[in-house]
């Protein structure tokens, strides 16, 4: 079964820091362009980093300088390094990515969300 896994979230302070792993697991051949998206309570889920397969990376304003997300293609895992965190990065924090994966006899290639992790910044 493909699938995301995501883990690494926690209860922080302001100015603390956390790392959240996303790992990609089935048969998989390869993960695609990947991202971070969060949504905090009563707001609509949005994207605060992506990746492509070739390492290019792009963010959200509001986390450029203090957010560096990253991967590990022989591992199909992509990381999101969280410094200087404020109480208005409180949100799940989900992980999507494009997999390239076996599926009935043929390659396939879908989208797909982790479950999402909760990140609770403390001030």
């Known amino acids: 079964q493909v699938q995301l896994v995501e883990s690494g979230g926690g209860l922080v302070q302001a100015g603390g820091s956390l790392r959240l792993s996303c790992a990609a697991s089935?048969?998989?051949?390869?993960?695609?362009?990947m991202a971070w998206h969060r949504q905090a309570p009563g707001k609509q889920r949005e994207l605060v980093a992506g990746?492509?397969?070739?390492?290019?990376?792009s963010y959200a304003d509001s986390v450029k300088g203090r957010f560096t997300i990253s991967r590990d293609n022989a591992k199909n895992t992509m990381y999101l390094q969280m410094n200087s965190l404020k109480p208005e990065d409180t949100a799940v924090y989900y992980c999507k990515a494009g997999l390239t994966y076996y599926g009935g006899g043929s390659l396939r290639t879908n989208d797909y969300w982790g479950q999402g992790t909760q990140v609770t910044v403390s001030s």
């Open positions: 990746i492509s397969s070739g390492g290019s990376t």
């Open positions: 089935g048969a998989i051949l390869r993960a695609n362009n």
